[in-house]
């Protein structure tokens, strides 16, 4: 007995360090690109899109919008107070959900992170960010065009807490690292020993059947197994390079990827008080729809 719970122990030691020396350096480089943008673009980032106003782009926007969501480092927590600043300066509902929303499936480091998944999830898991904002900006546009009609409620919250404010630039980039570390290394360390516990004990042909061959099945349940699991960018990435490896189809790893974020439990509440209980319930309807349609889109054309 005592043997085999050696041999276990071992076994889940050497799948750990494996994971974890095949994905550290682009978590941890992602954490510094993450806190470079956040301490010297930010900013820049806000006046940008602030600035946008200025040109009448009209539904046109939500393209920039949605580009400067991508490029923004923040988490949901920071998102939804930023969008809020942006709509008591009058900026429209299309280019703040456009925002909101890319802002919410992709940032910088998760762009960094999934560069270990391979080129082709990577370009996908960028254009899926993209087109999610693009077409959430379109369709309030369409459907929240009366201006008496609001699709966010943003009453509850005030302007943003900049807590990058260190005289030193260094201590600033320092401090704003070690916060970023601290917040995602718990997860971090959970996902992979999840994928290690998964690739031990979970034989990789029940993935390749569970994810891979059986194509709709499997974009439905990668689409739902995307929220729970779906700790933080850097934790998912291990779950998903062992699926992967398994025999787990590129576009349920598409249908993940993007539900995950966008539904991610600890993010709900927060969307909720912002949107309100009709406008969350077509949030998650549109989330989910979105995530499993562009699974669908992968699998069956390529």
């Known amino acids: 007995m005592l043997e085999i719970l050696v041999r276990e122990i071992n076994f889940f030691v050497f799948s750990f360090q494996a994971m974890l020396s095949q994905?550290?350096?682009y978590w941890i480089f992602g954490m510094v690109l993450g806190s470079l943008i956040s301490v010297f673009g930010k900013k820049k980032l806000n006046a940008l899109f602030r600035s946008l106003q200025e040109k009448h782009l009209g539904l046109l926007g939500i393209i920039p919008a949605s580009i400067i969501g991508i490029a923004s480092p923040l988490c949901m927590f920071g998102t939804i107070p930023i969008t809020a600043s942006f709509a008591k300066n009058g900026m429209g509902e299309d280019w703040l959900a456009a925002?909101?929303?890319?802002?919410?499936?992709?940032?910088?480091?998760?762009?960094?992170?999934?560069?270990?998944?391979?080129?082709?999830?990577?370009?996908?898991?960028?254009v899926g960010g993209f087109l999610c904002g693009i077409t959430a900006g379109l369709l309030v546009?369409?459907?929240?065009?009366?201006?008496?009609?609001?699709?966010?409620?943003f009453k509850s919250f005030g302007d943003v807490e900049d807590r990058d404010t260190d005289p030193s630039l260094v201590l600033r980039f320092l401090k704003n690292l070690f916060r970023n570390i601290k917040v995602t290394a718990p997860a971090?360390?959970?996902?992979?020993?999840?994928?290690?516990?998964?690739?031990?004990?979970?034989?990789?042909?029940?993935?390749?059947?569970?994810?891979?061959?059986?194509?709709?099945?499997?974009?439905?349940?990668?689409?739902?197994?995307?929220?729970?699991?779906?700790?933080?960018?850097?934790?998912?990435i291990p779950l998903l390079i062992s699926w992967m490896h398994s025999g787990m189809s590129l576009g349920s790893a598409t249908a993940f990827m993007l539900a995950g974020p966008a539904m991610k439990i600890t993010n709900l509440g927060a969307l909720k008080i912002v949107m309100g209980g009709k406008a969350f319930a077509i949030y998650i309807a549109y989330a989910f729809l979105f995530a499993f349609f562009m699974g669908f889109l992968v699998d069956f054309s390529i």
């Open 188 to 236: 971090f360390v959970i996902g992979i020993t999840i994928a290690a516990l998964f690739e031990r004990y979970v034989p990789p042909d029940f993935v390749a059947g569970f994810f891979g061959r059986h194509r709709g099945f499997g974009l439905l349940m990668a689409t739902s197994m995307g929220v729970p699991l779906h700790l933080c960018g850097a934790a998912s």
């Open 141 to 153: 546009h369409i459907f929240y065009k009366d201006r008496g009609k609001k699709f966010f409620n």
């Open 99 to 126: 925002f909101m929303m890319s802002s919410i499936i992709l940032n910088p480091q998760l762009i960094f992170f999934s560069v270990a998944l391979g080129n082709a999830a990577l370009t996908i898991r960028i």
């Open 23 to 25: 994905i550290f350096f």
